[in-house]
T-cell receptor, first 111, second 114 residues
């Protein structure tokens, strides 16, 4: 599975957009980009995933560059409850694919 | 939908004792995963099942660890004998077949071995 690189931490002001970057320069053509987050003391929570096109759901937007070597998770209006560790994971399709978590990026949303 | 249910939430046991962690996946999910999380090693995949059959147990650290899934609605992770270095948060997750489906994680079991 392709490796991902994320900065260790970042912060943003409440109400502003949080843009979380992820580098996956060795991604293969059929590998998906998944984002999960883990709020303190809770289990990881699925946010969004994509292959080539940009994706949006009720939680966030995922922007994948045309060469697919990097992506950005966007939380459009961050709240204090968005403070968490965010994991960017690349995984191939297929029934038996599995998620391998890295260290993630710690997002701190300040009042 | 009650989500993935794990029990107990907290477990404190003495070194050498047997520990059993339990998980009830979401109904209709055919994959079940066991993860362990520590500060040092982060989230590690221990083992996963498909249709109650173990597919990959390469992450199980030692023979002291074993996992079973006797039916589609129940799985156990057993540590016998337990050691202080097994102290961690153990998460169970389930997923339904299909690339569009993310994992749903339980709330975890915090295990402390003294």
């Amino acid at each position: 599975d392709a490796k991902t690189t994320q900065p260790p931490s970042m912060d943003c002001a409440e109400g502003r957009a949080a843009n979380l970057p992820c580098n996956h320069s060795t991604i293969s053509g059929n590998e998906y980009v998944y984002w999960y987050r883990q709020i303190h003391s809770q289990g990881p929570q699925y946010i969004i995933h994509g292959l080539k096109n940009n994706e949006t759901n009720e939680m966030a937007s995922l922007i994948i560059t045309e060469d697919r070597k990097s992506s950005t998770l966007i939380l459009p209006h961050a709240t204090l409850r968005d403070t968490a560790v965010y994991y960017c994971i690349v995984t191939p399709p297929g029934a038996n694919s599995k998620l391998t978590f890295g260290k993630g990026i710690t997002l701190s949303v300040r009042p | 939908d009650a989500g993935v249910i794990q029990s107990p939430r907290h477990e404190v046991t003495e070194m050498g004792q047997e520990v059993t962690l339990r998980c009830k996946p979401i109904s209709g999910h055919d994959y079940l995963f066991w993860y362990r999380q520590t500060m040092m090693r982060g989230l590690e995949l221990l083992i996963y099942f498909n249709n109650n059959v173990p597919i990959d147990d390469s992450g199980m650290p030692e023979d002291r660890f074993s996992a079973k899934m006797p039916n589609a609605s129940f799985s156990t992770l057993k540590i016998q004998p337990s050691e202080p270095r097994d102290s961690a948060v153990y998460f169970c997750a389930s997923r339904r077949t299909g690339t569009g489906n993310g994992y749903t994680f339980g709330s975890g079991t915090r295990l402390t071995v003294v």
